[in-house]
C-alpha cells in the first residue's frame, strides 16, 4: 500500500485521480476532501491510499 499526498490546484488534482481510478494496475481505496493550502485559495492537497491491482486482496 501506498499513501500518497498530492498537492496542485482542485482541477489538477481531480485529472490525476481519474488517471488513479482507470488504472488497471492500483485500487484506489481511499481519496480525502480537498484541505486548502495556508496562505493560498489557489493550491490544496488531497492524501490518497493506492494498493497494486495485484495485491488487492491482501486489503
Not at 490546484?9 to 481511499?30: A, D, P
Request: charged residues 25%; glycine residues 4%; aromatic residues 10%.
Amino acid at each position: 500500500m501506498l499513501k500518497i499526498r498530492l498537492m496542485g490546484t482542485i482541477q489538477e488534482i481531480r485529472w490525476f485521480e481519474k488517471l488513479l481510478h482507470k488504472s488497471t494496475n492500483l485500487v484506489v481505496t481511499e481519496f480525502s476532501k480537498p484541505f486548502h493550502n495556508k496562505g493560498t485559495n489557489k493550491y490544496c492537497r488531497v492524501y490518497t491510499e493506492v494498493v497494486c491491482a495485484d495485491h488487492e486482496h491482501e486489503l
